[in-house]
């Protein structure tokens, strides 16, 4: 998937995931903010990291504000800023 | 309940609204400030629950009533407000607030870029500011390191002077021009005429100021020329951030600035300056103006002149590419 331009998608209300994608130009960087980071952040960052390998994302900056979202809930969040930022 | 709520969405020119929410932020003893550009509102039976505003790439009046604190309303707000600048190209949001809401803010996605005893700034990407702070300059800073932060709008004998002194006293001078398009000048020519005007001393270093030294973020009250009760901790920030990360990071130990006669907001930064710089082990040294028949050398009084199209007085108040550029601008002719 090739990235075009930053985009973002979700909330940062409670079970919802906000998440940022940034093309750029350099090795990819992932910045967590999670209320249940102690407990999640580690699967958080394991269940991104799967997805940019899916769907064959490289080179990006991904910031993510969570407040407590379930797994699809990231899943979809990220898939669609994703797709916005490949339009 | 969450959808009990109703959310307004009010833009500069909705004079009536924009009165409600200031009404509302008076309640809570937060001033409206109606530079701002957007203004969001949770409302609940007719009543404003909480209320969130933008200026530019600054959240700004954020308040949320007593009755409706702890039901995450903060969260809606922010939410769509970074979704709705987003959609306006403001990637980048900012903010100060009070060291008691640090904690909430930063779990709404924003770090702490710098903070003084009154005020902390934060920003929602983490990496700007030090991706910022690296892209500065490629050049070795050895040695005495100086510094001179100018609007050059546009340069004047009086700046030139005042660079030449700093240039002189140290083996490195950087000068950092403010880089906020506000000014009459546009900030490219600005720089151009700069080059210009400073090639000939080689250890002059010409810096964008970019977003963190005066800029409509970091320093808000600088281009409103407003004199409120802010104007202290907006100064106190702006030098805690070239204190504490810009000077370390370039080897600075000297900041030159020129008496400022006529602007009470420069004149009081300034002041602060003059506190705040020593704190950090950076000379503060203030040289007197230039003067031009008793009368400092100033870009407002160059402006002025070209405006009443007198270029044979500006002409031995300038260097000579600010001439050129002048007379261009102003539609005149000039002998080479």
């Not at chain 2, 009404?23 to 909480?50: G, H, S």
């Amino acid at each position: 998937m090739k990235l075009n331009k930053r985009a973002i998608a979700g909330t940062m209300t409670s079970s919802d995931v906000m998440i940022e994608v940034i093309p750029w130009g350099k090795t990819s960087e992932i910045n967590i903010k999670s209320d249940v980071e102690k407990q999640y952040g580690d699967q958080i960052l394991d269940l991104i990291n799967s997805i940019l390998r899916e769907n064959d994302v490289d080179n990006v900056c991904i910031n993510v504000v969570d407040k407590g979202a379930l797994d699809f809930t990231i899943s979809a969040r990220l898939k669609t800023a994703l797709f916005r930022a490949a339009k | 309940m969450f959808y009990e709520y109703t959310k307004e969405y009010i833009l500069k020119n909705d004079e009536i609204k924009r009165h409600k929410s200031a009404l509302f932020l008076k309640t809570i003893d937060i001033e409206f400030d109606t530079n701002v550009d957007v203004t969001i509102n949770i409302v609940k039976n007719n009543q404003i629950a909480a209320t969130i505003s933008a200026e530019k790439n600054l959240i700004k009046c954020i308040g949320v009533a007593p009755d409706f604190r702890s039901e995450g309303l903060m969260n809606i707000l922010f939410s769509d407000l970074i979704s709705y600048q987003y959609s306006k190209g403001f990637y980048n949001l900012a903010l100060f607030t009070k060291a008691e809401y640090e904690t909430i803010i930063a779990s709404l996605g924003f770090y702490t870029i710098c903070k003084t005893k009154n005020i902390v700034f934060m920003e929602n990407h983490k990496n700007k500011f030090r991706d910022y702070l690296q892209n500065l300059t490629q050049s070795d800073c050895k040695g005495k390191v100086a510094s001179i932060v100018m609007n050059l709008n546009p340069i004047t004998n009086g700046h030139l002077y005042l660079i030449e002194k700093a240039s002189s006293e140290n083996d490195v001078l950087f000068v950092f021009i403010v880089s906020e398009d506000r000014s009459v000048v546009p900030f490219d020519i600005r720089y151009q005429l700069a080059e210009a005007s400073t090639r000939h001393l080689k250890n002059v270093i010409l810096v964008k100021g970019g977003e963190y030294i005066i800029s409509s973020t970091t320093f808000p009250s600088y281009f409103k020329k407003d004199y409120n009760s802010w104007i202290r901790n907006y100064c106190e920030l702006d030098l805690t951030i070239f204190s504490k990360h810009i000077a370390k990071k370039l080897n600075i130990s000297k900041r030159y600035v020129g008496t400022e006669p006529y602007c009470k907001v420069t004149n009081y930064y300034n002041k602060v300056m003059s506190e705040i710089l020593p704190k950090y082990n950076i000379e503060y040294i203030e040289v007197s103006r230039l003067l031009s028949e008793d009368d400092a050398i100033s870009a407002s009084r160059v402006r002025k002149l070209a405006d009443e199209g007198d270029f044979k007085a500006i002409k031995s108040l300038v260097p000579e590419a600010t001439y050129k550029y002048l007379i261009s601008i102003n539609g005149g002719s000039y002998e080479t």
